[in-house]
Each structure stands twice: as C-alpha cells, then as structure tokens.
C-alpha cells in the first residue's frame, strides 16, 4: 500500500512536521512524525494546507523504461557477455589477466594493467567476447535481483589442485538459476599435484557431466600461469555462444547494466556500464537507481574516448551527478526533465524504504522494553 511518513509529507510540502501532526489531530488521526500515514490521507492534508497533490504511482514513472518490445527483424548478432565465477583463490582473476594479456600482447597497442571491470576481446576464431570481473558473487546476484540477465555463459573455474569446493558448488547455483549455460575450465593442469579426472568427478554430485565423462558440458583444461589452452577456452566460448545466437536491437535508445561506479577524485562518478541493449552516446540522458546524468565522455576498455557504445560492449560513462550502485539497471531517456522525475523518484522510494524499517526498528525496540 502507499504510504509516506508524517516527515516526508511535511518535507515535501516544505511545511513543518508539527503543522501536519497537529492538522491530522484536527481529523482525528493521533501520528508520530516517524509514523506512516496513508495516501488518502496525506492528499487530505496537502489540500488542506493549500498544496496541489498529484499522485505519482511507480508504473507511471517507471512506464515504459525497460523491455520495450522489439521486433525480430531489428535484432542483430551481439558478442556474448561471460562471467567467470568460482571458489576463492582457484585462479578467476589469473584467468582474466592472462586473457587479456594474451588478447593484448596479440595484437592491440598498449599493454594494460589497471583493473578493471569489464573488457571485450576477440576469440582466435574471430568473434568478441566480453568478460565481465564480477567482485565475487554479490554483483552477479544484485544484477540478477533487480531483473536485467547480465550474463550469457558462465566460465566455471577449478583449480585441479584444490577440487570442487564449497563456492564452487554456489556458483553452479547461480548460473542455473539465472539460467545460463556453464563452461567448465579445470584450471592450474601446470601443478604436480593437479588431478583432472578428480574435477569432472567431483562435479558430477552437482548434475554436471563434462564432455569427457559422456555428458554435454563443454570443459577446457588451462593455466592460467602458463597461458595453456586460453586461445581453446576463448574458442569454446565463441562455440557455445553461436549456439546461444544472442542478439539485441543496436538501433534504439540503450539500455543496460551498472558493474561498478565510483567517485573518481578527478573525474567525478564514474560508472563502468555494460550496455546489454540500443547504442548508448555521447549526449545521452541517462538514469541508473536514483542517479541521472548527461553522458559527457564514453570510455571504453583501452582507455579510449569513443563516440558510442553498443550492444554487449563494456564502457565508462562521465557525466552522472552521483555515483550508482552496482547492478543498477540503466536506460536513456528522452530528457532531462524526465530524468529528474525518474531519480528522485526513486530517491524518495529508498528514502521511505529506509524510514519504514527505521519505524519498525524503533516500535521492536519498544515492544521488547515494555
Ligand atoms: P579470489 O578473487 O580471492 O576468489 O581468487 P581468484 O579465484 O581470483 O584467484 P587468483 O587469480 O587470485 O589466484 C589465486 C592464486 O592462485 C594466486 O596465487 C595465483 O598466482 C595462483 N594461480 C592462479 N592460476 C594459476 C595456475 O594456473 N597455476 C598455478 N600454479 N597457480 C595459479
Ligand atoms: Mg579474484
């Protein structure tokens, strides 16, 4: 139900709480500043103190921002977007650096070494893909959670020392919640100690058969340390992802996902985006959670200013007025008026959210002294 706290009310109204409380007295209605009161009667009020009440419900807002229908025809091919998940220390960011490093010794000028929150390379068979290093499981589920499928396939790693572990086994979780087709990759072969067959084994406890015990779960056997078998990891990606025929509409307005943002002492708040739908620009009015912005400069994986963003392709975006979380979804819109409306909003959302908990927090607290 909608409900707004005798503070809000106040504080939208630009009236003093005590003018509220004492007005709601008049109707008969007894309220703490902190307590909630209904819609019906926070218009009474408004009008009573001469204020004009338009109703705002959440699908008027939030109309029309996402998951707009797309026609077939205006679908093209778009790179697959790849998370690497799996237990603690079994190689994840080892597999990316040595991805990219490899990708980038190949052929692109500039060697990289600054982290950083996605990247797109190109397989050896010629297709890009974009990985996206999630900091642990968290992002991914947030993303999951506020209802935008972020992740095409999931690259599964095992260190063959170690076995399957605990957060192995949550990471087969969550791609199969979510849905998304797994890559097996049995990393650390280079270890004496190493034992492959363990691995497949192993997995089999989670209804994961690999290739090589008979079942259909594509699996590459690398080191990350060494370099071995990163160009046939990337393959198999690019084989399984044709298999996916991923596509999105390039020619609309963009939509996506926030991986990671920050306030960049220099910069501003810097929000590293991965566009998953349209072509984001430079100009751009966008939203993302409670923030809005002019998309002032785009900046893409190499540290280049570039004019456009589009679909599958991770890039930073300049020009936000406030940081946004991670796994904030994001649209553009058609204007800055609009903009506004949508961030604050929400803003006043997760500020009665806040309020409401805070409210429950305190009558507990009571309940349990009386
Ligand atoms: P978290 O982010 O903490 O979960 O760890 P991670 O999965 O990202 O592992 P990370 O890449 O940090 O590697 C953990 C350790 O394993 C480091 O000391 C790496 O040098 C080592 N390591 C990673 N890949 C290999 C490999 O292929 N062979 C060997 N011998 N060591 C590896
Ligand atoms: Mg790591």
């Given at each position: 139900p909608e409900t707004i706290t005798v503070q809000e009310l106040a504080n939208r109204m630009s009236e003093r709480a005590v003018d509220v409380t004492r007005l709601l007295m008049k109707q008969g209605v007894m309220k703490k500043i902190t307590d909630l009161v209904d819609a019906d009667t926070a218009q009474l009020i408004a009008e009573e103190l001469g204020h004009t009440v338009r109703r705002v419900a959440e699908s008027d807002v939030?109309?029309?921002?996402?998951?707009a229908p797309e026609s077939e025809d205006a679908l093209k091919p778009r790179p697959p977007v790849v998370t690497i998940m799996g237990h603690v220390d079994h190689g994840k960011t080892s597999l990316l650096d040595a991805i990219r490093h490899t990708n980038v010794v190949r052929g692109e000028a500039g060697g990289i070494t600054q982290h950083i929150g996605a990247y797109q390379v190109t397989s050896p068979l010629g297709g890009k893909i974009t990985f996206i290093d999630t900091p642990g499981h968290a992002a991914f589920t947030a993303m999951r959670a506020r209802g935008a499928k972020s992740t095409d396939i999931v690259v599964l790693v095992v260190a063959a020392d170690d076995g399957v572990k605990p957060q192995t086994a949550e990471a087969v979780n969550h791609a199969r919640a979510a849905g998304v087709p797994i890559i097996v990759a049995i990393n650390k072969?280079?270890?004496?100690?190493?034992?492959i067959q363990r691995v497949r084994t192993d997995l089999l406890q989670y209804e994961l058969q690999v290739e090589s015990l008979g079942g259909e779960t594509l699996e590459v056997e690398v080191s990350a340390k060494e370099g071995t078998n990163l160009d046939k990891l990337l393959e198999v990606i690019q084989l399984q992802a044709e298999i996916l025929e991923l596509k999105a509409n390039p020619d609309r307005p963009a939509e996506g996902s926030v991986i990671e943002a920050k306030l960049d002492r220099g910069r501003g708040p810097v929000a590293t985006v991965l566009v998953q739908r349209g072509t984001l620009r430079q100009g751009d009015i966008v939203v993302a959670g409670s923030e809005w912005g002019r998309v002032r400069v785009l900046v893409n994986d190499q540290g280049e200013t570039v004019p456009e963003a589009g679909p599958s392709t991770p890039v930073e975006i300049l020009g936000f007025n406030g940081a946004p979380e991670a796994g904030d979804r994001l649209a553009v819109v058609e204007n800055e008026a609009r903009a506004r409306e949508i961030a604050e909003y929400r803003t006043r959302q997760k500020r009665e959210q806040a309020a409401a908990r805070a409210t429950v927090r305190v009558s507990g607290l009571e309940e349990m002294m009386s």
């Amino acid at each position: 139900p909608e409900t707004i706290t005798v503070q809000e009310l106040a504080n939208r109204m630009s009236e003093r709480a005590v003018d509220v409380t004492r007005l709601l007295m008049k109707q008969g209605v007894m309220k703490k500043i902190t307590d909630l009161v209904d819609a019906d009667t926070a218009q009474l009020i408004a009008e009573e103190l001469g204020h004009t009440v338009r109703r705002v419900a959440e699908s008027d807002v939030e109309e029309g921002l996402f998951d707009a229908p797309e026609s077939e025809d205006a679908l093209k091919p778009r790179p697959p977007v790849v998370t690497i998940m799996g237990h603690v220390d079994h190689g994840k960011t080892s597999l990316l650096d040595a991805i990219r490093h490899t990708n980038v010794v190949r052929g692109e000028a500039g060697g990289i070494t600054q982290h950083i929150g996605a990247y797109q390379v190109t397989s050896p068979l010629g297709g890009k893909i974009t990985f996206i290093d999630t900091p642990g499981h968290a992002a991914f589920t947030a993303m999951r959670a506020r209802g935008a499928k972020s992740t095409d396939i999931v690259v599964l790693v095992v260190a063959a020392d170690d076995g399957v572990k605990p957060q192995t086994a949550e990471a087969v979780n969550h791609a199969r919640a979510a849905g998304v087709p797994i890559i097996v990759a049995i990393n650390k072969i280079d270890k004496p100690e190493a034992n492959i067959q363990r691995v497949r084994t192993d997995l089999l406890q989670y209804e994961l058969q690999v290739e090589s015990l008979g079942g259909e779960t594509l699996e590459v056997e690398v080191s990350a340390k060494e370099g071995t078998n990163l160009d046939k990891l990337l393959e198999v990606i690019q084989l399984q992802a044709e298999i996916l025929e991923l596509k999105a509409n390039p020619d609309r307005p963009a939509e996506g996902s926030v991986i990671e943002a920050k306030l960049d002492r220099g910069r501003g708040p810097v929000a590293t985006v991965l566009v998953q739908r349209g072509t984001l620009r430079q100009g751009d009015i966008v939203v993302a959670g409670s923030e809005w912005g002019r998309v002032r400069v785009l900046v893409n994986d190499q540290g280049e200013t570039v004019p456009e963003a589009g679909p599958s392709t991770p890039v930073e975006i300049l020009g936000f007025n406030g940081a946004p979380e991670a796994g904030d979804r994001l649209a553009v819109v058609e204007n800055e008026a609009r903009a506004r409306e949508i961030a604050e909003y929400r803003t006043r959302q997760k500020r009665e959210q806040a309020a409401a908990r805070a409210t429950v927090r305190v009558s507990g607290l009571e309940e349990m002294m009386s």
